[in-house]
């Protein structure tokens, strides 16, 4: 579900949509028929940074306190309760408790973590445990995060990053930004003794894996950029033949509605844990 339908009043949505035509010219979300050759700016743009350090305080009071658990940290007006950011936040919740279980430490990386958004949550899972938290991310956004986030570890090194094992590496709404997604996969499965948890991602069950370009003007975010739209076989079969079994799968939300994709995607997530066996 876009940021449109979650946050802005039904009468403004329609100008704020012909905003973003007159600005970008086309749909906040369209099929890339160039696939990954399609011009990009990305996310290491400081429009990114900018707004999600200037919503942090709201996020985690929200947090803090006895409202429900949700995601949205893009909203600019306090806590806002939606059914697919509570979906998420719990999942996450879940997923934190199971890898937690007989713990007293934990050690995490967050793939596309942003500024930190998710170390908030995974404390208030496990209020018990000692939470070493690495999240990795571009340059301006990891900035941003050690300014906020206190007690993470932000880097923007790759090999960095995946050095070590980790008991749970968390990829919410990051690999489908990955073009070698496989590659990612590997990756950070190599790196994961424990739990992989891959989720907020659109995902398609009949039509082959494709490319979207993405114009975030409602989130305030001035830039574009690309993502996979992946098959869920596709998908599953190759965390699984990189040495992990899957534990359990999420329904997290309706998708976007992507112009000229040939199906639309639903917000899914998959926990996978090492196969011993392997």
């Known amino acids: 579900m876009t940021f449109l339908r979650h946050f802005v009043p039904r009468a403004l949505r329609p100008p704020l949509r012909r905003l973003a035509r007159r600005v970008f010219g086309r749909s906040t979300w369209e099929a890339a028929p160039r ?78 973590g942003g500024i930190g958004h998710y170390v908030l949550l995974a404390r208030a899972a496990a209020p018990g445990v000692d939470i070493d938290y690495v999240v990795y991310d571009v340059p301006l956004i990891s900035d941003a995060g050690r300014e906020l986030a206190a007690g993470v570890a932000f880097t923007s090194d790759r090999a960095e990053a995946l050095n070590g094992a980790y008991d749970l590496i968390v990829a919410s709404s990051s690999l489908w930004y990955e073009r070698d997604w496989r590659a990612a996969i590997d990756r950070l499965a190599a790196s994961c003794a424990g739990y992989l948890y891959i989720t907020r991602m659109g ?76």
């Open 35 to 112: 696939g990954w050759d399609t011009p990009q700016r990305g996310w290491d743009v400081a429009s990114i940074a900018a707004v999600q350090k200037d919503r942090w305080p709201h996020y985690a009071a929200a947090i803090a306190g006895t409202a429900p658990l949700t995601i949205p940290h893009e909203h600019d007006r306090g806590h806002i309760v939606t059914i697919g950011g509570h979906n998420a936040a719990l999942s996450f919740a879940y997923v934190v408790a199971t890898a937690a279980a007989d713990k007293r430490r934990l050690r995490i990386l967050d793939w596309g």
């Open 203 to 278: 995902i398609v069950k009949e039509s082959p894996s494709f490319v979207s370009i993405q114009r975030p003007l409602e989130a305030g975010y001035v830039t574009e950029y690309l993502c996979w739209i992946l098959n869920e076989n596709d998908l599953v079969s190759h965390v699984r033949s990189a040495g992990m079994e899957l534990v359990r799968e999420f329904l997290i939300d309706h998708g976007p509605r992507i112009r000229r994709a040939p199906e639309q995607p639903v917000m899914r997530g998959y926990l996978f844990r090492r196969n011993l066996g392997c």
